[in-house]
């Protein structure tokens, strides 16, 4: 049974603050780490994706990623209030996502 | 920006009814997929689907449902006989040639009754 687990929050971070959002696996065989935000009502939209151990940085965004430690995880620097959603994080084996279910992040402004 | 459309926004329709979810991939890509998330709960895959035929599919994707890519543009989900528990909203999403990020459409919200 391929799992992902994430912390459900809520997870509360003024405005200008880091958010650190994490995630473990259990499948080994899975091969890519995918981020994405989810608005109350929404759909999921991608915002990282990470195929490689170490870091991976796009804009206010990193990603990590350790296959040994099967943990992914997402910092947003400099929250924002508009950064307040569920964040997603889902692991990829043969194409087919499987998901966590989601952190919800608050940024207080 | 290209994007995943689906139609309609909200289906609703009686227990045992047949419906079709509709769903048009970002043009040029080649990978479709089909996700459900019923409320308060986990996206959850149903099926993949490339060069005209199922990759993988899962538990939840019995024989009540099918999809089909019609034409160059479509891609479809048909649930048979709908039960109360399908009531969810499914996203359809697609990937391009060479690359693995699934881009999600904005849903079809399905309600049985």
């Known amino acids: 049974q391929k799992e992902v687990e994430q912390n459900s929050g809520p997870l509360s971070v003024p405005e200008g603050a880091i958010a650190s959002l994490n995630c473990t696996y259990s499948?080994?065989?899975?091969?890519?780490f995918f981020w994405y935000r989810q608005y109350s009502g929404k759909s999921p939209e991608l915002i990282m994706f990470?195929?490689?151990?170490g870091d991976k940085e796009d804009g206010r965004f990193t990603a990590q990623l350790n296959k040994a430690s099967q943990y992914v995880s997402l910092l947003i620097r400099d929250s924002q209030p508009s950064d307040s959603a569920t964040y997603l994080c889902a692991a990829s084996s043969a194409r087919q996502l499987t998901f966590g279910s989601g952190t919800q992040l608050t940024v207080l402004p | 920006e290209p994007e995943v459309t689906q139609t309609p926004s909200h289906q609703v329709t009686q227990m045992g009814q047949e419906v079709i979810l509709r769903c048009v991939p970002i043009?040029?890509?080649?990978?479709f997929y089909w996700y459900r998330q019923i409320l308060g709960q986990k996206v959850e895959f149903l099926v993949s689907f490339y060069n005209n035929e199922i990759s993988e599919k899962s538990e939840i994707f019995d024989d009540q449902f099918s999809v089909e890519r019609p034409d160059g543009s479509n891609f479809t989900l048909k649930i048979r006989s709908t039960k109360l528990e399908d009531s969810a909203m499914y996203f359809c999403?697609?990937?391009?040639?060479?690359?693995?990020?699934?881009?999600f459409g904005p849903g079809t919200r399905l309600t049985v009754t």
């Open positions: 990470i195929y490689s151990n």
């Open positions: 499948d080994r065989g899975s091969q890519s």
């Open positions: 043009s040029n890509h080649l990978y």
């Open positions: 999403a697609s990937t391009g040639t060479g690359k693995y990020e699934q881009y």
